[in-house]
């Protein structure tokens, strides 16, 4: 993984990447304190409104 800068939010250190002036977080470092863990980004990445918003865009 790219090295990036750490926030920590809550319990969890969240790594942000710069790319082309352009911040992006880590997702899974936003999860790995949950009982789903990264389960829970396959569930948002398949809901219904998910997906519409990804279309739309």
Do not use: P
């Not at 990036?4 to 319990?11: A, F, L, T």
């Not at 470092?29 to 519409?52: A, F, Q």
């Amino acid at each position: 993984m790219a090295k990036g800068r750490k926030i920590q939010v809550k319990d969890a250190e969240i790594t942000i990447i710069e790319k082309e002036e352009n911040d992006f977080i880590c997702l899974t470092d936003m999860t790995v304190n949950l009982n789903e863990g990264s389960g829970l980004i396959g569930k948002w990445i398949t809901n219904k409104n998910t997906l519409e918003y990804l279309g739309t865009w």
